[in-house]
Structures are given as structure tokens and as C-alpha cells.
């Protein structure tokens, strides 16, 4: 017997870009959503475009990018953001409209001011002006696990008899358990009389550390979309991974009664592109994709491990993408192979005049390093689109730091394409370039983070670098890449702090 499907609706670039500090421009959006098309995700939500220009002309670039996916866009239930959505999804090959209210007494009387009755009629009203522009119409019930059964059964009713095809249940502040939440898709699922007309689906937030565990247990109770993220990465403690909802149910088919249609040797790569861009490592021990995932320490554990692979590892790491890890191109590598590997990697640049400045970058990287890995070409490639468009540039940089001496910098910037120059001090190299830079630009920020991690093994590796900026409430990251600690350290600070300049106010709402 055939099994159902399991839809996968990737999140990663609304829900995902909720975490604060992991906001993408409109390229990095497209570069994220290329990826998840050759994971072969069944719908990309790219994000809510009511929220701002910035947010509608990356969904709508996301949408005219994207060939072989369903790309989704967010939208409360008024007018105006069902609207806006279907304007940004106007160049989409298939198109859906996700639209939500909240349900819940706590969110209804507190947050919407509103009578149960006119979040009936508000929800009813915002599925059907989105039919107007594509049958694909979602909905979302907000709080529905802190929601009254009687009442959520009345809205989803209402919402599946005007043309809602797909009801998302969202666990949206991680509040359940694995049992409770199955059983209330299972109740839903018996007691909404016209459920057989749509899909039901789950959002689960991870707060309690359980949202994989839930969305696998509505799963066992009949939802056939699981909505998800690259890495968990989503507002305050993530989102359900996508890499271990796919995984689980791919490895357990003697449990699950459906299966899932995703390219699953993608998964690496998607997991490395997304922490590349947003400045979220992934921790080592991750599953799936952490570096530890398929490791082996323990003599016992490696003696079995050789003997047959499957009495320590329940999965082959070739299966999520583990061995391609290596790039085999070196300083005497041809452009032709330098651009079909990224190719493979996901990277199409918009101009030859982006190509060539990638590929000197490489040839300047590949004389200084031995061997190059695609970690490595992720992240100069992300450095290289990183430096295309800012503002704040950096032209030159000397440090000096040595035994009983106080640590300095002179830095040169361009800045609006104008050159300006400072010397500064500081209790070490970084700290002494960071000074500079303030010294500089006067920014206002304030430091809250600062992250380095070695790209590749070997004291020749890349660094990469994080920094976490705080301006009037507001949490920027930037990452930055070089083979020298502190010129990584001093691209990544400017690299936020050209998010600072050009990031527009996004204000996005939970579901």
C-alpha cells in the first residue's frame, strides 16, 4: 500500500528570520530559497510582505526565483496584508496565501480585544478574500495550544466550508506535551464534520525543547504537513528542525504511515548556507547536521562502527549530505570548474563582473591555503556578496600587538566611497580595531556578541566570525571570513553595522 505524503513547509525565511539578529536581505533570502528548491521542500514561506518594503521585495523576488516550489506568503486576516501578499506572489509559478488569527481566550481578550464571534467572522472573511487570488489558501488558528476545543473546532469549520485547504495548528509558544498535542490533532481531525476537506498541519515552537516531538506526534495522528526550519533557527528557542523531521521519518518508516519527498543529501548543505548567512553556528552535537553527528570516540563504539556501520549509526551520514564535503580545486583550478562547483553549491551570480570578483577572491585564497573545502567557498562566497553592496568599506588595516605593549590599530575605511583614516588602542587586536571603527562611524551600537569559529580543520583555516550588535532595542548580526582572525573580525563588525544603515523596521508577528 502506498503511503500518504508528508508536505515539508520550510519557514526558515519568515518564522527563521523572527531570531533576533537573523535578518537577510533580499539576496540572501534568494540564495536560502534556492537551496531549500533543490532540497525539494514542498512550500518556502518567504515571508510576510505587510511587514515592510524590504519584507515584499524579497518575497516577491523569492517568487520570481523559484520554478519547481510552492512559494508562500504570511498575512494576518485583514484586508490590506491578504492584498500584499498576493501582490509580492503575483510572479510565483504556484502560489499559496497563508493568513492567520489568533484563538486563544488569552490572545482574544487581551491581544486582539475582540469577541469570539468577530474572530470567527474576521477569519471566515480573510480566507475567502484570499481565494479571490489563488485556491491554495492556508490558515492558522495563532495559540491553538493554549485554544478551547469547542471554539477551535468552530473556526476551523468555518474557515474549510470558505476555501481554506490547509489548516495549520500552531503550538506557538512551546507550551505542550508530545501525547497532549497529538491527541488534539486526532480530536480535531474527528470532530471539525468537513475536516476531510483540507490538510492539516502543525507549527511547533520549541520553548520546552519539544517541538520536533510534538510536530512527530501530530504526525502519527494524521497531519501531513509539518511546518519547519533549517537548523530549528526561529524566534526566541527555535522552531521544529526540518533536517530531524525529515530524518525521523525517513529512518523510522516501520512507525510512520507516510513518508517524505525530500533530496535528503541537500541537508548539509542547507544547514551550512542558512548558519553562514545569519551567523548561527550550529552546535557540534546537533543531530543530523551538528559535526559531531556521526563521530565515534569510543573505542567500543568504533570497533562496532568498523566491524558494520549499523550497530552505532541508524543513519549513513552520505545520506544528508556528509560526503561531499570536499572541493577538489586548488590555485591551479580554471574558472570554468571554479563556477560549475558553485554551481553545484547552490551560487549563481547575477553579472560576470560577480563571478570574477568571486573567482579572485578563490585564486587569492587558494595561495594561501592548501586545500579547499566547500565550507571554505561558502564562506568566501558569503563574505564576497556580503562586501558587494555596503556602505562602509574596509581599505586597509594594521595591528600591532606585542608582549608588554599596549595593542593598536590604523585603519583606513571608505565610507560612501571616501577614504578616512584613525588610529586607536585597545586591550587587545580586536578590541583595538573595533575602537577604531567606532572612532570612525560613531555608530551607537553596542557589543553583545562576539564568536569565532575555524571554518576548517588546520591552523591555515579560515575564520569566521560573528558579531551581535544592539541599537535601540534592535539586535543586527554580521559575519565576516579570512584567513586572519582579526581582518575576519573587523568585516564582520562592518558588515553589521551596514545592516544597521540599510535595515528598514520589520515588526513580525507569531504564529
Not at 488569527?101 to 469577541?115: C, D, G, N, Q, V
Not at 572541493?327 to 551560487?347: C, D, I
Not at 528598514?504 to 504564529?511: L, N, S
Request: hydrophobic share 40%.
Amino acid at each position: 500500500m502506498q503511503k500518504d505524503k508528508l508536505i515539508i513547509f520550510d519557514t526558515t525565511l519568515r518564522d527563521g528570520e523572527q531570531s533576533p539578529g537573523a535578518s537577510m536581505t533580499k539576496e540572501e533570502k534568494v540564495r536560502i530559497a534556492k537551496a531549500l528548491e533543490r532540497l525539494q521542500v514542498d512550500i518556502i514561506e518567504a515571508g510576510f510582505p505587510a511587514a515592510s518594503q524590504g519584507d515584499f521585495e524579497a518575497v516577491a523576488a523569492v517568487a520570481a526565483a523559484i520554478q519547481n516550489t510552492t512559494v508562500c506568503g504570511l498575512a494576518r486576516a485583514l484586508n490590506n496584508d491578504i492584498d500584499t501578499a498576493a501582490a509580492a506572489l503575483k510572479g510565483a509559478k504556484r502560489s499559496r496565501i497563508h493568513t492567520f488569527i489568533a484563538t486563544s481566550p488569552l490572545h482574544m481578550e487581551k491581544k486582539l480585544r475582540m469577541t469570539p464571534d468577530a474572530v470567527v467572522a474576521s477569519a471566515v472573511a480573510a480566507v475567502k478574500r484570499a481565494r479571490n487570488y489563488t485556491d491554495d489558501v492556508e490558515f492558522s488558528p495563532e495559540d491553538a495550544g493554549r485554544s478551547e476545543l469547542d471554539f477551535l473546532c468552530r473556526v476551523l469549520e468555518a474557515v474549510i466550508a470558505a476555501g481554506a485547504r490547509t489548516i495549520n495548528i500552531p503550538d506557538t509558544v512551546g507550551y505542550n506535551l508530545p501525547d497532549r498535542f497529538g491527541n488534539l490533532i486526532r480530536q480535531l481531525r474527528e470532530r471539525v464534520p468537513n475536516a476531510d476537506q483540507a490538510i492539516f498541519s502543525v507549527h511547533c515552537h520549541n520553548d520546552l525543547g519539544l517541538a520536533v516531538a510534538n510536530s512527530l506526534a501530530a504526525v502519527m495522528e494524521g497531519a501531513r504537513q509539518v511546518e519547519c526550519t533549517i537548523n530549528g533557527l526561529g524566534e526566541r528557542a527555535g522552531n521544529a528542525a526540518l533536517e530531524e523531521i525529515v530524518m525521523a521519518v525517513r529512518t523510522r518508516q516501520d512507525l510512520f504511515p507516510c513518508d517524505v519527498t525530500i533530496d535528503t543529501t541537500q541537508i548539509l548543505n542547507c544547514s551550512r548556507l542558512v548558519s553562514t548567512i545569519t551567523g548561527f553556528p550550529v552546535q557540534p552535537n546537533k543531530a543530523i547536521v551538528g559535526a559531531n553527528a556521526f563521530a565515534h570516540e569510543s573505542g567500543i563504539h568504533q570497533d562496532g562502527v568498523i566491524k558494520h556501520r549499523e550497530t552505532y549509526e541508524i543513519m549513513r551520514a552520505e545520506d544528508v549530505g556528509w560526503h561531499a564535503n570536499r572541493m577538489v580545486l586548488g590555485k591551479h583550478s580554471g574558472r570554468a570548474a571554479f563556477s560549475e562547483r558553485l554551481k553545484q553549491l547552490g551560487y549563481v551570480f547575477a553579472s560576470e563582473s560577480e563571478l570574477s570578483n568571486a573567482f579572485t577572491r578563490f585564486k587569492e585564497l587558494a595561495d594561501k591555503k592548501h586545500e579547499i573545502y566547500d565550507d571554505d567557498l561558502q564562506a568566501l562566497i558569503s563574505d564576497t556578496l556580503a562586501n558587494e553592496h555596503e556602505q562602509i568599506k574596509l581599505a586597509t588595516l594594521h595591528v600591532c600587538s606585542q608582549t608588554g605593549e599596549t595593542p593598536h590599530a590604523h585603519l583606513t575605511l571608505s565610507i560612501a566611497n571616501q577614504e578616512r583614516s584613525i588610529d586607536a588602542s585597545g586591550s587587545g587586536p580586536v578590541d583595538a580595531t573595533y575602537n577604531a571603527i567606532e572612532a570612525l562611524v560613531r555608530s551607537g551600537c553596542h557589543l553583545q556578541l562576539y564568536s569565532v569559529k575555524n571554518v576548517t580543520d588546520g591552523t591555515d583555516s579560515q575564520a569566521e566570525v560573528s558579531v551581535r550588535l544592539e541599537k535601540e532595542g534592535r539586535i543586527i548580526t554580521g559575519q565576516g571570513a579570512d584567513i586572519d582572525i582579526v581582518i575576519a573580525s573587523a568585516k564582520a563588525y562592518l558588515n553589521a553595522l551596514n545592516k544597521v544603515m540599510n535595515l528598514e523596521d520589520r515588526k513580525h508577528p507569531q504564529v
